[in-house]
């Protein structure tokens, strides 16, 4: 067990003091529950992968006018709140490889805990996405319909597939993964909005 420095409400909170649109909030809530769902199925510390999703875009709501800066204001912010350089680092690596992201984008991804984190928090779009879909539903989600829509490309066209992907660097399936997403977010669907 590795030790956090703040709780989950803290977290909140400091979620909530950077960003403020529901769909963010949304978002954050469902990376944190298929991270968490996933360090269950990996035999990892669900506390710490849970707090990687929930904490993976702090700074979205002060750089998403300005994306090249995504991820720049994050290490402060965390380091503030007590977080080491792991950790932060660990978050960073979510943005490896996107030239959206000039000072990220020559670096990749190495550890499994990076490549559970990118591929966790790229894949709650395309759940939440085929949810609304299905009348909001994800509780008799199936992970071979979840399948269909990521071979669609024309569904959810602006998620990165070859992000998702990446989920088979963790020694599992693709269809596994799947359904762990699901899962995870079928456990918090009232949270986000879901049924």
């Not at 992968?49 to 290490?75: F, I, Q, R, S």
């Not at 949810?131 to 539903?137: C, E, H, I, K, V």
């Not at 071979?151 to 992000?163: L, M, N, S, Y």
Request: hydrophobic letters at 40%.
């Amino acid at each position: 067990m590795t030790s956090l420095p703040i709780s989950r409400e803290q977290a909140l909170e400091l979620i909530k003091k950077y960003n403020s649109h529901p769909q963010d909030i949304i978002h954050y809530l469902e990376s944190e529950a298929v991270m968490g769902q996933i360090a269950k199925e990996l035999g990892e510390d669900e506390d710490y992968w849970a707090m990687l999703g929930l904490l993976h875009d702090v700074d979205w709501g002060v750089t998403k006018d300005n994306v090249e800066t995504h991820l720049t204001k994050m290490p402060g912010i965390l380091k503030e709140a007590g977080f080491d350089d792991e950790f932060i680092e660990t978050i960073s690596s979510h943005g490896y490889g996107f030239h959206e992201l000039p000072h990220l984008a020559d670096k990749a991804r190495t550890k499994r805990i990076e490549y559970a984190l990118a591929a966790s928090e790229t894949i709650t779009g395309l759940v939440h996405a085929y949810a609304l879909m299905r009348d909001g539903f994800v509780s008799n989600m199936e992970a071979s319909g979840l399948k269909k829509k990521f071979k669609d490309k024309t569904f959810a066209a602006k998620i990165e597939r070859g992000v998702i992907l990446e989920a088979e660097k963790l020694g599992i399936s693709l269809d596994e993964f799947f359904a762990i997403a699901i899962e995870g977010i079928k456990n918090i669907k009232d949270e986000v909005g879901l049924k």
